[in-house]
């Protein structure tokens, strides 16, 4: 089976960084993706780690470390639209398709 | 990146009927969709995975008589919800892959039965 685990809320003020955190037990891993999902709207890609170390992507890094299980998402320069759900996603390779399996979810609020 | 069409974006229906949601993949061709449900302020359940020509797989828990399934081409997947009840509201989304890395999410179908 697969577990993963993220903080339920998060806040933070306008031109802050933050962290988020996700760690996850799982077999056939195949890459840990990050998806940012603003209410009743559908997902949208960030960024995905297959080997450990940081990935950065403007304001976006992601870091993944596989022994540990573990990766975040770090945001820097925040700004009122980043306020949205964060979504940390497993990959797992089935017979010739990726499959994805996300985690609880952490809810990021930004302040003025 | 590519594009995944999911309709209806809403739908409301009365206890008792069936709803049949489409995703398409408009400019390639998946192999793969997979279909989700998210109840408000929680994350994504992966229901099952649709394979073109093939039964799709169900995840523990799902009932297969319940959420239909056919992915009749490789465009095209639909999820029947049958004798649909008010504890069936939910978000549900579709992702199409192509077998590499990246899974391309519809836009969503908002379930509310009455």
């Known amino acids: 089976g697969q577990n993963i685990d993220q903080p339920t809320e998060m806040t933070a003020t306008e031109g802050a960084i933050v962290q988020i955190n996700c760690t996850y037990q799982?077999?056939?891993?195949?890459?840990l993706f990050w998806y940012q999902q603003h209410a009743g709207e559908a997902p949208t890609f960030l960024s995905y780690n297959v080997l450990d170390g940081l990935e950065e992507k403007g304001r976006f890094s992601s870091f993944l470390s596989r022994s540990k299980g573990y990766s975040y998402l770090l945001l820097k320069e925040l700004q009122m639209k980043d306020s949205a759900s964060y979504l940390c996603a497993v990959g797992s390779r089935g017979t010739g398709f990726q499959k994805l399996v996300f985690g609880t979810g952490t809810r990021l609020l930004v302040s003025p | 990146g590519a594009v995944v069409s999911q309709h209806p974006s809403r739908v409301i229906c009365k206890s008792g009927t069936s709803v049949k949601i489409e995703c398409r993949s408009l400019d390639f061709q998946a192999t793969t969709m997979f279909w989700y449900r998210q109840f408000p302020k929680q994350s994504l359940m992966l229901m099952a995975t649709?394979?073109?020509?093939?039964?799709?797989?169900?995840e523990q828990g799902v009932e297969k008589d319940k959420f239909l399934i056919n992915h009749a081409s490789l465009t095209l997947s639909t999820l029947t919800v049958t004798s649909a009840h008010p504890e069936d509201s939910s978000f549900y989304i579709c992702?199409?892959?192509?077998?590499?890395?990246?899974?391309?999410f519809g836009s969503g179908t908002q379930l509310s039965v009455l």
């Open positions: 799982t077999s056939g891993f195949n890459g």
């Open positions: 992702s199409a892959g192509t077998g590499a890395l990246e899974l391309f």
């Open positions: 649709s394979n073109e020509g093939s039964k799709a797989t169900y």
